[in-house]
């Protein structure tokens, strides 16, 4: 081995020529490119190393994409390698090629030359030469490949071809043109290494290699869950999409992050003339690495869907009738004075939106509290996650994620508990799912869900039993003595206490109650408590229960006792519904905490927050949305600023929400579209669109991430925030116009965990907080010492839902709700997106007896009546649910499904119990669907 220079590689005080600066060797291995020595990393191929010394033009690839792995088909790739400096060369595969320490590679030698191109017309010889009419002309990467390694002519005669292949065009968005093949497998790994959905495959063999989705079907009638992966990686046209995202048309791209769940994928969005064309996923985004699921890429058009609203209304004779902006304000402004002045600030309230950006939910929050003088300020977190903010903060000190999506690749066991993250939390899910493919899963849920098919264990518990379940296992790791003594020496309290109720319990009771036999969670407990490292992942299955907040901190005791907090691969992770619902509670949209989560009724931290806003600002915690709605009735509270909720549609007990809303002397809504709730409104408010501005959104993992404006707001538009400022400054509180940039200037100075937050220093990938003042950032929480100091371990008993033991035995059945992976929440906008052609209606889940019981057979209609009212859905009879159990989603909101939900909620955090609704059935007609 030579050492000789080495280029390229003066990093960590190691001197080029192999020696460090203290005189010790490096011991620097070494490889040659064209007889110039380079460094070598551990595991790296040739391929990598190629590029990452030469840049990535040296060597061609067919079948190589960034976010798959070698599989060194095509290969175009090949490189001749010698053992030692003019020695025998042998020609290899660069791309899954270990590279060897002082081996010589010669990427471009003629003889590789030559090979490439031989290799290109031979695929040539079975690719249609119409270029110049091809969806991909001069973004082909077939045609550029071909470019560089210098195809002119083909000398091959054409032979037999595949020209005759039928284009499928039976999907809403994907389209294949298998005459375009190049079988370079690229679509087959993407199907099954990213989404893990196993629908592509290679059919044939030789020249009648093809590819085929599921048995040899169309995309629409195949297993295909949209999420273009496939299209993506094609290097050709032959998998693609309606939008024809690789084509070259797409004349300006704008980075920003998908307006949907909480997973915040970033979103590469091509624009021609000022309007969207096609969405792709950036390879080099951290959240999804090159992916996005079918809401993210195509989901788009209801941006300049003809229903958006483009001008303000204001109800006048009992109609809405439209209005000019100056008009709105006026009304809104002598509304809330006159308000404020008869009957107080806190006869008004406000409601701020997970949809929002960081910068809007903060300036709807000082709104309501420096301008208006209340803290009767909420968000919709509060029907989705307050639970685990308050459950987390209580036994960690912190209300969020403690780790990150990317420590799956450090973790030995995962456990996702009340969460269906494969179509609430697509990317994500589809991460956990090749996870449980391979290595130890736990999946706690009443459903059968997709997670629970590949789960080494699932616990099919009752719905409404998680203290109990995470009771038993809690009881089974001390049973078994697999606590970790010296993580709860060190870093916890209330342990002993904790340790003797926990060694109380009644197994028998604890397995009647749940359902689900103790055997099986003995084994669960203890494939959780002798992993290495465990992580665990809870969604709205754990939070949106009456014990939703003790649920949670049950997860916190689980992750505390078998020391799975702070370092890679373990912790509590929260999978947030919403985009922006953690910044939404980082921002203060909580009637106790203001941003940054200090205490409002603190002295110390009131007055902080009074000299800032340089206002007087109330010292008692304000309404949280239900109590909003109950004083509303009660007719002491007047006036409600809802920035894009329809709460009408979402919250629970519909009945008593619309009640509430038509109480109130002003409802303002800010809405893209007129939902049922804006149609209550005396003043609507017209509002652009995520792809209409910038701001930052706050994903599950901390990650504050740049919304960057892609198009013009829609004529008539504005952004939330500007709404508010405007406000703002005519009932007389100066507030600059909404600018990200100087409002995250603004916001760093009072959020103790945004303090290093800088628009321009977001990069990218964002940062995760907290985020110190020199700008560094942080992935994995209390990695020495919990936020609180110790963490605190806490026991809670079971309790019955006050639903069922009201309920119960009139309404038998439980019904729980779901969502499924095409629509998101009320679908106010995945079902202006041809997402409603993929899935068109809602359907209710029940077991093959229960139909039987009641002579109900695939495709009825089934009356559901709860104590609050009754609905019409159309029956899915599947084993997915157990016998007594129905599943429902609520993405159409003709079957108003929040006619029966209840008003039962966590007893800490006021979040709605959306999953145990106590019900009967019946065959029906349809009537009450409307
Ligand atoms: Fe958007 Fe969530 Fe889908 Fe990612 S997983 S594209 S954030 S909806």
Not at 299 to 313: G, I, V, W
Not at 331 to 352: C, H, M, Q, W
Not at 688 to 702: D, I, M, P
Not at 859 to 869: F, I, L, N, Q, Y
């Amino acid at each position: 081995m030579k050492t000789l220079e080495v280029n390229k590689t003066s990093q960590n005080g190691v001197h080029s020529n192999g020696v460090s600066s203290n005189g010790k060797s490096t011991a620097v291995k070494l490889a040659y490119i064209d007889n110039k020595p380079f460094e070598i990393k551990e595991g790296e191929t040739i391929l990598s190393f190629i590029r990452r010394h030469e840049g990535k033009d040296l060597v061609p690839t067919l079948c190589d994409a960034p976010n798959l792995e070698p599989f060194g088909s095509c290969r175009v790739c090949s490189v001749d390698v010698a053992l030692q400096e003019d020695g025998a060369v042998k020609t290899q595969a660069s791309c899954h090629t270990p590279v060897m320490q002082g081996s010589y590679i010669y990427p471009s030698s003629d003889r590789i030359q030559k090979l490439r191109k031989n290799i290109i017309e031979l695929v040539l010889t079975d690719h249609p030469l119409d270029c110049l009419t091809c969806e991909v002309n001069n973004n082909c990467e077939l045609q550029e490949v071909a470019a560089k390694v210098g195809v002119r002519t083909v000398r091959y005669p054409e032979g037999k071809n595949h020209l005759d292949r039928k284009k499928d065009l039976s999907h809403p968005y994907m389209t294949s043109d298998l005459s375009k093949c190049i079988n370079c497998f690229r679509c087959v790994r993407a199907c099954d290494e990213v989404q893990g959905q196993f629908v592509l495959s290679m059919a044939g063999r030789g020249f009648d290699s093809h590819i085929i989705k599921s048995s040899n079907s169309t995309f629409k009638e195949s297993d295909c869950v949209s999420c273009g992966a496939c299209a993506q990686a094609c290097p050709t046209s032959a998998i693609s999409d309606v939008f024809e995202s690789k084509s070259i048309a797409r004349a300006e791209t704008t980075r920003t992050v998908c307006t949907y769940c909480g997973v915040g994928c970033n979103l590469e969005v091509a624009t021609v003339g000022g309007k969207v064309k096609s969405i792709q996923a950036p390879y080099d985004a951290e959240v999804n690495e090159g992916h996005t699921c079918l809401k993210g890429r195509y989901a788009f058009s209801f941006y300049n869907h003809p229903d958006r609203l483009q001008t303000p209304f204001i109800r006048k004779n009992g109609e809405l009738v439209p209005a000019s902006w100056d008009e709105a304000y006026d009304y809104i402004v002598n509304e809330l004075t006159r308000i404020k002045k008869d009957f107080g600030p806190d006869a008004i309230g406000g409601i701020s939106s997970a949809r929002c950006t960081n910068e809007e939910n903060y300036l709807m929050q000082k709104f309501i509290r420096a301008v208006i003088g209340t803290n009767n300020i909420d968000a919709c977190a509060r029907v989705c996650h307050s639970p685990t903010a308050i459950g987390m903060q209580r036994t960690f000190g912190t209300g969020a994620a403690t780790n990150s999506v990317v420590d799956l690749k450090f973790t030995d066991c995962i456990m996702v508990i009340g969460a269906n993250p494969t179509d609430g939390h697509p990317v994500t899910g589809a991460k956990l799912k090749q996870f449980a493919m391979k290595k130890p899963s736990i999946v706690i849920d009443p459903r059968r869900t997709e997670m629970a098919k590949y789960a080494t264990i699932h616990l099919q518990l009752r719905p409404g039993t998680n203290v109990a379940m995470l009771n038993m296992l809690l009881y089974y790791i001390i049973k078994e003595h697999l606590e970790d003594k010296d993580f709860i020496e060190l870093r916890t309290e209330g342990y002993e206490d904790f340790k003797q109720s926990i060694l109380k319990l009644d197994v028998d009771e604890m397995e009647r109650i749940t359902g689900v036999d103790r055997e099986l969670a003995r084994k669960a407990a203890i494939l959780y408590a002798s992993a290495k490292n465990a992580m665990s992942f809870h969604g709205l299955g754990v939070t949106e229960h009456s014990q939703g907040t003790f649920t949670v901190m049950l997860i916190a005791d689980l992750a505390m006792i078998t020391g799975n907090i702070g370092r890679r691969g373990v912790g509590v992770n929260p999978l947030r519904g919403q985009n922006n619902v953690q910044g939404t509670a980082d921002m203060g949209c909580q009637p106790y905490q203001g941003a940054g989560y200090l205490d409002v009724t603190n002295p110390e931290m009131h007055k902080i927050y009074e000299d800032f806003y340089k206002a007087k600002l109330p010292l008692h915690v304000g309404l949280k949305i239900p109590q909003m709605y109950k004083a509303a009735l009660d007719h002491k509270f007047k006036a409600l600023w809802l920035m894009g909720e329809d709460v009408a549609q979402t919250d629970p007990n519909t009945h008593h929400v619309v009640a509430a809303l038509k109480e109130l002397d002003l409802l303002v809504v800010q809405e893209i579209f007129m939902t049922e709730t804006a149609k209550l409104a005396h003043v609507v408010l017209p509002a652009a669109s995520f792809l209409e501005k910038s701001g930052t959104f706050t994903n599950g993992e901390r990650r504050i991430q740049r919304v960057q404006q892609v198009v013009e707001p829609l004529k008539g538009t504005k952004s939330d925030g500007q709404m508010i400022v405007d406000v703002m400054n005519r009932m007389g509180y100066a507030q600059a116009d909404y600018d990200p940039k100087t409002l995250l200037e603004e916001i760093a100075k009072i959020v103790p965990f945004f303090a290093g937050v800088k628009w321009d220093e977001l990069g990218e990938n964002g940062k995760q907080w907290p985020v110190l003042p020199d700008g560094s950032d942080t992935e994995i929480l209390h990695v020495d010492t919990f936020k609180r100091g110790k963490g605190k371990f806490a026991y809670h008993d079971f309790r019955e839902s006050e639903e069922l033991l009201q309920n119960g035995k009139s309404f038998p059945y439980i019904i729980t709700t779901n969502r499924e992976l095409e629509h998101y929440n009320a679908g106010t906008m995945t079902r202006r997106t041809k997402n409603a052609e993929i899935l068109s209606e809602d359907v209710l889940m029940i077991n093959p007896e229960d139909a039987a019981k009641h002579q109900i057979t695939e495709g009825d209609m089934v009356c559901v009546e709860s104590a609050r009212g009754k609905i019409d859905v159309r029956a899915r009879i599947t084993d997915e649910v157990l016998p007594g159990i129905l599943s429902s989603t609520f993405h159409f909101p003709e079957i108003r499904m929040n006619d029966i939900t209840s008003s039962v909620s966590d007893s800490e955090a006021m979040c709605p119990e959306y999953k145990v609704v106590a019900v009967n059935i019946r065959k029906s007609k349809g009537k009450y669907k409307v």
